[in-house]
């Protein structure tokens, strides 16, 4: 679980070919010291587990469905990416809950900015907007964001000089791809009004909510 606060902005530094996946080693000064094998970091806003670390570089293992359904596919040495640590029981919320777990891939669709600030329309698969509403919370890329306007098939969100300056989302141009998470309340919302009315299977159901 993370909060969609992003710690450190990141930069790729080998892709490694590993059939069907790949081998992704970033750069993470500021936290590699106290990362371990086994812990869990979002990258872009994709829950992945730290394979191997190397001084101040994290090893992390992504599969072909991690490939195919985010952005982390078109990573390249030196692309700059957005880290987070799991959230700790007792830590600060200062975003929203946030699993790491992608929904689906959108694109920068406008970009206005005004001097230092930037409103962001985003163009996303229309079913994605049933789990959206107006001032609730959105993760792009990783960094939790409050929506402004939400349409059939696009969302926009206000960015602050802070968040542009620190995350891999100042330097976005249209077109480009990012990985998008809704709130996970939303989802639970949205599967009870689409279905008949009837109560869920039993106390025993097990549910996955995979990315």
Same mark, same amino acid.
């Given at each position: ?12 530094? @080998? ?12 750069? =993470?000064?500021? +936290?590699?010291? @106290? ?57 600060? $919320?200062?975003?929203? +809950? ?22 962001? /329309? ?10 959206? =509403? ?20 696009? +969302?926009?969100?206000? $960015? ?19 990985? $998008? ?8 919302? @949205? ?9 869920? =299977?039993?106390?025993?159901?097990? /549910?996955?909510?995979?990315?």
């Amino acid at each position: 679980m993370f909060t969609g606060i992003v710690e450190l902005r990141g930069a790729v530094a @080998d892709v490694l070919s590993q059939p069907p996946g790949v081998r992704l080693r970033v750069g =993470a000064s500021s +936290f590699a010291g @106290d990362t371990r094998i086994g812990d869990s970091i979002a990258v872009n806003g994709c829950c992945l587990t730290v394979v191997d670390v190397q001084a101040d570089v994290l090893g992390f293992d992504a599969g072909e469905e991690t490939l195919r359904r985010t952005n982390l596919g078109r990573l390249t040495p030196g692309s700059p990416v957005n880290l987070e640590r799991s959230l700790r029981v007792g830590d600060r $919320l200062g975003g929203h +809950f946030v699993t790491g777990h992608i929904d689906a891939v959108g694109h920068l669709d406008q970009r206005h900015d005004d001097r230092d600030w930037s409103t962001f /329309w985003f163009r996303v698969p229309a079913w994605l907007t049933r789990q959206m =509403a107006s001032k609730g919370s959105v993760a792009v890329d990783g960094v939790s964001l409050t929506l402004v306007d939400v349409l059939d098939d696009r +969302f926009s969100v206000a $960015l602050i000089p802070h968040t542009l300056a620190v995350t891999t989302l100042g330097p976005l141009q249209v077109g480009d791809p990012v990985n $998008l998470e809704t709130d996970i309340l939303a989802k639970y919302v @949205d599967r009870q009004l689409r279905g008949d009315g009837s109560p869920l =299977a039993g106390p025993f159901e097990k /549910w996955a909510i995979g990315g």
